[in-house]
């Protein structure tokens, strides 16, 4: 069973390369057949590897396999490695099965768009591009996988070509993530300084312990997870990307890509517990992240920002379960929300397409009434998503929320925040389902809504979204931490928990999240439900998102254009010598003679080089 | 003896292509079957190389001019091979689209461009200096002639700016060969010593700073790169520079350990100045070619960056980094060249844009390439710069720092680059009469990318079998 996980990995590529090859050879509803039966394949593939891994003893569950070296310079080797273990089959079962239900999704959502197999081909893409970045045996070949996400992510978001926004937001998501991509580098740099290596084991077993380099590579690290998941202080492109059409924003910007972030803390736990400080930094980002997130969620309009903000704000949770060390119920919280969340999208996503593309919350209000099967499994999508029980959220955000008490002073803030996170995620969550999906049908809804043969949407549609219904409400099941913990003793050997709260603590913490969260439903629902309070006024700093944007522009890219502009006006066109003008020009400055400098264009770019040289000279002598 | 045929099969054609009573069209396709011949001919010699070996392979010598003890030599190192290989792939892809666009005075044309092929090979195989110095000249005197008879309306001035710096950069690199030449007694670069003498070392490394080319003396690239037609410029950027690189590798710094360590931080600097420099304005230039030429100039920094990081990461992932780019280079130059036929522009973004669609193998090439040159991980172009930034690391965090910031820059202007000609709104050059790119076309571009991805899959191929020999001059490469 050695090969199951090149299949998973393998397979995906496969029907990329299939589609692009076959090209119009093939009609257009062929190719989302081909992406969904290969990603069904890989799914099927980490099934069989999966119960090969069940049946082996605990300690022998990891698996290593090398198919050839991919890169080496002088004495360092760094091969293409698959690490298959316990922690990245949880990661591989997820994000096929996930993706395997999206994109047969998108068989009805995209039928019709006249680039349909370009669209199937780069989820293709984005699907062998995950699995390489939690299969990989190397940190190489994590960050090669996670340049490659962050690429179908680009390509993806960019997916509506002619529409200038799509295009930005599309350069932006790249641009930030290349950023993560380099500081990722940049720890990788340090690792190879000093441990020679970069596999897993060998870097855990080498890389130093407490000091400056080990906070440098955990920070480097770090600054790939914030740029990949969307969080403070990278976190911008995330609610541009929805652009993208509504599946990808389910599986990149929802289930899958944004949360690798996660799996890297919990992947590379004992480079983060060396350096305990940016651990706690972590999570305090992902605090802070999941406040402002909450915050902004409650003034958006558009569907797809509402849920993309809530995104940022779930995978905060994440990040402060795995930065306080409580590997196993980030990873569990990962999973729950995968199911969810793709469930809120893809649900939004039958509204959307019914009502012929409309976004704006404003616009569909009311259309619950015209399409009731979607209505009822957004319902229970936001009551996973608020952590009600018995739905799958409140398993696993609760025990998040308690392993903060595990932690000082620092922890209880944590903790505080934690719980006036799920206030807001009521509000907000239970704002948009009552804003949206009760209540009389507004009249663009009534006017615009059509039926899909009778039906709310395609069949491809309908059959998805109940099993991620269905998995919303039971998916919580397989761990319940003051009782059963099915996952964290699966996951132990891989990434131990180092939080342990007590039984009492979490049954606190678990009761107070759900009246905390029931709280922030019953305040939407004054508002939004029976409108018996007036709506409160916005506040402009919400509506301006923290003025993020503004800042990057200013720091970024503003900056960047200036000092371009500024290098090309003061150095490469006058003293280079790139336009003939400008050499002309500096000649006759001193002569007003410009006569002279037309006629002797050899003499002029023998002053230009001259002047190269007499810099470099005095560099040279300076610089020594 | 197949180090030699790769130098005299080429001229042997041009000589003939210069005497063949053919039409433009058949001199066209003698050509393109000659430079294929060339690259059967190559990989027979990679087949019989011994990459185990670190030593001079598949050498000839015979005595030349005995007194002087100039000799004709050439063989190959294991990174030399590479240099070859890009040169003969991108050479024929170059050679194939001159056929392809119908160059007129088809005679001197093609005999020109395969005169160069020879030159080039001969300066990255040549084992004696002056032989070197032959060849980097006679690489020289076609181009003169490739830009200023074939180039576009301005050539007379781009050909001027380009003697002018050339003439500079050969002045300073003959005279420093002939006085090292002297002190050692011999011109054979394989029995030559080392020396410490800072004033040879500066000599190369101007002369060679020119060709690569390298912030401050890369002036002559603008007006270079815009004038020459596609094909050249793809022939500059992608092959010609990279002998100034080759000669920093070959000649600089293995004959001058000591004033290698002593300008080791300034040349540092002069390198991460090219990369973010030319970043920066490619970021701003307004044109296709105006970025890709911008970026060959920021990678020909990271490349120098490799080189004195002085250790076999920087110096293997320097090797794997220059085949790269010759292959992207000259990929991006045609693409540009494809570009500016179809819409009858200059390549200007403003008058560009939307060619996405109805155009998928125009996109889906352009896309990948691009791709491909913006170092997104998992590319071959990735993996050298991840090499050399790892190696130059370790001379000081600074350099990668200044190394990581230039991989965010990149993907700013490439990125800009490709959604100013594919995406948006339909640009006014671009007619519904600019078609998709033909299957002769897509017989010259798809090969190149075939490569890039290749190496993509398996970059080791190159990083892997490239490290330089561990025997006196070039101690500072060894693992």
């Avoid at chain 1, 219904?469 to 003793?489: E, K």
């Avoid at chain 1, 002279?596 to 002598?621: C, D, E, H, P, T």
């Avoid at chain 2, 030159?119 to 032959?134: C, K, P």
């Avoid at chain 2, 036929?341 to 403003?350: H, K, Y």
Wanted: proline fraction near 3%.
């Amino acid at each position: 069973m050695a090969a199951a996980p090149w299949i998973c990995l393998l397979l995906p590529l496969a029907s990329a390369v299939a589609i692009t090859a076959a090209g119009t050879a093939i009609p257009r509803r062929v190719a989302g057949y081909i992406s969904t039966v290969t990603t069904m394949g890989a799914f099927a593939a980490a099934v069989v590897a999966f119960v090969d891994m069940a049946g082996k003893s605990a300690s022998h569950r990891s698996d290593a396999t090398t198919s050839w070296t991919w890169l080496s310079a002088g004495p360092y080797h760094f091969g293409l490695t698959l690490l298959t273990d316990q922690l990245s089959i949880v990661m591989m079962l997820i994000v096929t099965g996930v993706s395997s239900l999206i994109i047969a999704y998108s068989i009805g959502y995209m039928d019709g768009e006249d680039e349909e197999r370009r669209f199937f081909a780069y989820m293709s893409v984005f699907v062998f591009s995950m699995l390489l970045l939690v299969q990989g045996g190397n940190l190489l070949l994590l960050l090669a996988g996670w340049g490659m996400v962050g690429l179908s992510s680009y390509l993806l978001i960019g997916y509506y070509q002619e529409r200038e926004s799509a295009i930005q937001a599309a350069k932006k998501a790249f641009v930030m993530n290349a950023f993560g991509d380099a500081t990722m580098a940049l720890a990788l740099f340090l690792l190879i300084q000093h441990t020679g290596k970069l596999d897993y084991a060998g870097v855990f077993a080498a890389s130093p312990h407490g000091g400056a380099v080990a906070n440098l590579i955990a920070l480097g690290l770090l600054g790939g997870a914030l740029a990949k998941s969307a969080q403070i202080p990278l976190h911008t492109w995330l609610p541009d990307a929805m652009e993208g059409p509504t599946p990808v924003s389910a599986l990149i910007h929802a289930a899958t890509m944004v949360t690798a972030g996660v799996y890297l803390i919990a992947r590379c736990h004992p480079l983060f517990e060396n350096a305990y400080v940016i651990a706690d930094l972590a999570a305090g980002l992902g605090a802070a992240t999941l406040l402002m997130a909450g915050l902004i969620a409650l003034v958006q309009t558009d569907i797809k920002r509402v849920i993309a903000y809530s995104t940022m704000s779930q995978i905060g949770y994440m990040f402060v379960g795995a930065g306080l060390g409580t590997y196993p119920n980030a990873m569990f919280h990962l999973m729950t929300h995968a199911f969810f969340k793709a469930l809120l999208f893809l649900a939004a996503g039958i509204a959307i397409h019914a009502v012929v593309g409309e976004q704006d919350i404003r616009k569909l209000a009311g259309v619950g009434k015209l399409m009731p099967f979607t209505k009822w499994v957004f319902l229970v999508g936001s009551l996973a998503l608020v952590g009600i029980f018995p739905f799958a959220g409140f398993f696993s955000k609760d025990a998040i929320i308690s392993a903060a008490l595990d932690r000082g002073w620092y922890g209880d803030v944590i903790y505080v925040a934690c719980l006036a996170g799920a206030f807001l995620t009521g509000v907000y969550a239970f704002r948009l389902f009552f804003i949206v999906f009760t209540g009389e049908p507004s009249a663009f809804a009534r006017e615009h809504f059509h039926a899909h043969h009778g039906q709310e949407g395609p069949i491809s549609m309908r059959w998805t979204v109940g099993v991620l219904g269905a998995l919303s409400v039971v998916g919580g099941l397989i761990q319940f931490a003051p009782v059963w913990h099915l996952l964290s003793t699966w996951l132990a050997p891989v990434a131990a928990p180092i939080a342990e709260p007590t039984n009492t603590q979490e049954w606190i913490t678990s009761g107070l999240a759900i009246l905390i969260g029931l709280a922030g439903i019953g305040v939407a629902w004054a508002i939004y439900g029976a409108k018996r309070v007036r709506v409160p006024r916005s506040l402009t700093l919400f509506e301006k998102k923290f003025y993020w944007d503004e800042l990057y522009d200013l720091l970024w890219y503003r900056t960047s254009d200036l000092v371009a502009r500024g290098l090309y006006a003061l150095v490469e066109a006058p003293l280079i010598g790139g336009s003939i003008t400008a050499v002309t020009g500096v000649v006759g400055l001193g002569s007003r003679e410009l006569s002279v400098a037309q006629n002797g264009l050899v003499r002029s770019y023998a002053l230009a080089l001259a002047g190269g040289l007499a810099v470099l000279a005095v560099v040279f002598l300076a610089v020594r | 003896m197949l180090t030699t045929a790769l130098i005299a099969i080429p001229v042997a054609g041009a000589l003939l292509i210069a005497i063949a009573p053919l039409s433009s069209y058949w001199l066209g396709s003698l050509a393109a079957l000659i430079s294929l011949v060339e690259i059967g001919v190559w990989i027979t010699t990679a087949a019989r190389f011994d990459f185990s070996s670190s030593s001079l392979q598949m050498d000839q010598r015979a005595s030349w001019f005995s007194d002087l003890q100039v000799s004709w030599h050439v063989g190959q190192y294991r990174f030399s091979l590479w240099f070859v290989g890009m040169t003969v792939v991108a050479m024929a892809a170059c050679t194939i689209y001159g056929w392809w666009a119908g160059r007129d005075r088809a005679r001197a044309y093609f005999a020109l461009m395969l005169l160069l092929t020879g030159a080039i090979v001969g300066v990255f195989v040549a084992q004696d200096l002056l032989l070197f110095y032959a060849f980097f000249e006679a690489m020289l005197i076609p181009l003169y002639v490739l830009i200023g008879v074939w180039g576009g309306s301005d050539r007379m001035r781009a050909t001027i700016t380009f003697v002018v710096y050339t003439v500079v950069g050969s002045l300073l690199m003959l005279a420093a060969i002939v006085v090292f030449g002297l002190q050692q007694g011999t011109f054979d670069m394989t029995r030559m010593g080392t020396s410490s003498s800072q004033w040879l070392f500066l000599g190369f490394v101007v002369a060679f700073a020119i060709k690569s080319p390298l912030f401050p003396l890369h002036g002559w690239l603008p007006v270079t790169y815009r004038e020459s037609s596609a094909e050249v410029s793809a022939v500059l950027s992608g092959i010609v520079g990279k002998a100034g690189l080759y000669g920093l590798l070959r000649i600089a710094i293995p004959f001058f350990p000591q004033p290698v360590h002593d300008w080791r931080i300034v040349m540092l600097i002069l390198g991460s100045v090219s990369l973010v420099y030319g970043s920066l304005l490619a970021f701003r230039a307004p044109d296709f070619r105006g970025v890709v030429m911008y970026s060959s100039l920021a990678q020909s920094g990271l490349i120098v960056l490799g080189l004195f990081a002085s250790n076999s990461l920087g110096f293997d992932g320097a090797v794997l980094q220059i085949v790269n780019h010759a292959l992207v280079s000259t990929a991006l130059f045609l693409l540009a060249g494809m570009i500016e036929r179809r819409t009858g522009t200059r390549g200007e973004f403003s008058l560009l844009g939307g060619m996405a669609r109805g155009r998928p193998a125009l996109a889906t090439m352009i896309m990948t390439v691009g791709i491909i040159s913006l170092a997104v991980p998992l590319s071959t172009t990735f993996a050298g710069e991840f090499l050399i930034l790892a190696g130059v690391f370790q001379q000081g965090w600074l350099w990668a720092v200044i190394g990581g910031a230039s991989m965010v820059l990149a993907a700013m202007y490439m990125l800009r680059a490709i959604s100013a000609v594919l995406h948006q709104d339909v640009g006014p050059a671009v007619s519904e009469n600019a078609l998709d790119l033909r299957v002769g076309e897509l017989a010259i571009v798809v090969p190149l990318v075939v490569c890039l991805v290749g190496l993509s899959a398996w970059p080791n191929l190159v990083s892997g079998r490239a490290s330089a020999p561990t025997s006196s001059g070039w101690t500072q490469y060894a693992p």
